[in-house]
């Protein structure tokens, strides 16, 4: 992996330039009255791809809290974005809002949190994109943003496979990896559940309506992502309206694929979805402290794998259990639960109720 | 429910005529040189279907085993046909080979064991059809067949729900049910797993490819009905082919979709797949014996919801739990455990090694 710092990139490095002409620029208000700085800003890097070789990649980011703050580097799954939690500065709600704020585990007056949109995340690198190569592309971040070394790596879903992929390649630019529901490998149930969701696109972009398609994949994401449990306590049973048989979830599981298809790309879709199946770190590589966390009831990453990483791990490992009918998605509803383990892996004394007091 | 026996019911019901000219009328040799009396029918009945009113059906039944033995009618999921195991007169393989044959749970020379294709499954009422529809179908079928009363009713899956309402709405005419893998109600995310594979048939009709959104709902079904321990087994990770990436499962779910495809009507796949979502039995209606068996690994149909039917049972009930990597596909793979519990259920010594034995 090679830098070729752009005038973007260099715009990125120039100390608190305030640009408002583009979001291909620094995106920051210094003089802000009040919170922790923000700004957002994009570069522009040359990469080697595993499976398509050297590409010039744009890497979108966005950093709250100071500069001189040890660093966080925060990830969520293939739909989140480099929008972590709200600021003064970029007030919309963050993918991990229940998290971020003072006090809370994300706590800008206490870390720098970067984070950055997945390669590939708009659409324009339709080639294979491996999660060794998202660990590679963060470090080229890192360089840019002249930070030497991250705190800890945070990583939910894809981004704890991705963090686990930076410690193995880049353990030196790392004091602590905290995965959170992704560990080394793909399992193979997973990743066959992934594959015909990737189908469903294919087969609404055979009739020229990819957002149909798209919106059924996510739909059947959904299902990988939560529990009988939670369908339980929530739907009612089917009915027959108009001579078909209509059931209790269909009303949500439409309102999530209208949300998704709205704001996604398929061919982004495709190719990070393909990007979880092709995770394959091996364990022995990796030399950080590393909390694993883990959920009972994931349908998707099973408590198993965690063990078996855990188990090679040549280093310290704390793997946490969490009880949840949200299954897969705990990392996103189970607020103390996550804030307490992250309190802990921080060495930070946080709330644990910051889903009712974050923005 | 009443009857309307037509001509073709009319020969069904006459002793022994070997009729080979058409598929519609009693296809039976008994003058064959071996084995247990086979033969194949069809009767046209009117039913009042719950939510399509009164409708002339055709039901499509086998049996195998003299007229004179305790009479067992055999459901299996909305796949399965009348066709349960292999016979001199008819040597193909059926559904459920594995548990029919000589010395085997389901023995012609002890049980005449009947079977029917189910009501929809020729893809000719494309109505939506409760599973209590299914227990009067089958209920009249017996009626025909002079069989005033069953040894039992053993059911599968679908056939386990259907062999509920049979005992809640025609407990009079059986002595006990065995309800495998298929409970009192569907479960919701059960439910919306089915429902977004009809959507897959859906998906694909809108571009006239119905095979193809037919296929992938198959391969869905596939996933819901096995397990994550059976494809960590046999699968080996992704790899990356032409620019794409494909999972180890993916050259077996398209053999499943092929299979499936090729001997399925959409309309067929459609309406039994909103059939079981339209399971609504009250435990409370059941007065004869029933052994419930469900398995540890069901995805589809959990355990839970076995135990919460012998709970609200008010006769006695013996749940049988089975543990298995095939979750849902247990009464089709683990061979031993089935036939030891059938074999107590019908107080039969039966083999337990059919599997290798049978044809």
Redesign the interface.
């Known amino acids: 992996m090679s830098l070729a710092h752009t005038s973007t990139a260099a715009q990125t490095l120039s100390p608190a330039p305030a640009c408002h002409a583009s979001d291909a620029c620094v995106d920051a208000d210094p003089a802000s009255p009040a919170g922790p700085p923000a700004l957002r800003g994009e570069v522009t890097v040359a990469l080697d791809l595993r499976?398509a070789g050297r590409r010039e990649v744009t890497l979108r980011y966005e950093s709250l809290g100071a500069a001189g703050l040890p660093t966080l580097f925060v990830c969520g799954g293939i739909s989140a974005d480099r929008h972590v939690s709200a600021s003064t500065r970029f007030p919309a709600s963050g993918w991990w809002q229940s998290q971020g704020g003072q006090g809370c585990a994300l706590d800008p007056a206490r870390h720098r949190i970067v984070s950055f949109d997945w390669l590939g995340a708009d659409g324009r690198l339709d080639?294979?994109l491996d999660p060794a190569d998202q660990a590679d592309a963060i470090a080229a971040l890192l360089d840019v943003l002249a930070v030497p070394r991250l705190e800890a790596f945070i990583g939910c879903s894809y981004g704890a496979m991705v963090g686990l992929q930076f410690a193995a390649l880049h353990g030196d630019r790392l004091a602590r990896l905290v995965a959170i529901s992704g560990f080394h490998?793909?399992?193979?149930?997973?990743?066959?559940?992934?594959?015909?969701q990737r189908?469903?696109v294919a087969?609404?972009a055979?009739?020229c309506?990819e957002t149909?398609?798209l919106g059924?994949a996510r739909?059947?994401a959904i299902?990988s992502y939560?529990?009988?449990d939670?369908?339980?306590a929530?739907?009612?049973?089917?009915r027959?309206i108009d001579?078909?048989?209509?059931?209790?979830?269909?009303d949500y599981?439409d309102h999530c694929a209208a949300r998704f298809v709205g704001r996604s790309s398929p061919t982004a879709y495709l190719r990070l979805s393909?990007?979880i199946?092709?995770q394959?770190v091996d364990p022995r590589r990796i030399h950080v402290p590393v909390t694993v966390v883990a959920v009972e009831q994931d349908?998707l990453v099973?408590l198993a794998d965690a063990q078996a990483l855990v188990d090679q791990l040549p280093v310290a490992a704390d793997l946490r259990v969490i009880d949840s009918p949200y299954g897969h998605d705990a990392f996103l509803k189970e607020v103390a639960d996550i804030a307490a383990i992250l309190g802990s892996a921080l060495s930070s004394p946080v709330q644990t109720d910051c889903k009712e007091t974050a923005a």
């Not at 929530?234 to 089917?238: G, I, K, Q, T």
Request: net charge positive.
């Open positions: 499976h080639v294979p490998r793909a399992h193979p149930y997973a990743s066959a559940w992934r594959a015909l189908r469903a087969l609404g055979l009739q309506d149909h398609g059924l739909q059947f299902l939560r529990t009988p939670e369908f339980d929530r739907f009612e049973p089917a027959v001579g078909r048989v209509r059931v209790g979830a269909e599981l393909e990007s199946d092709l394959a349908r099973p």
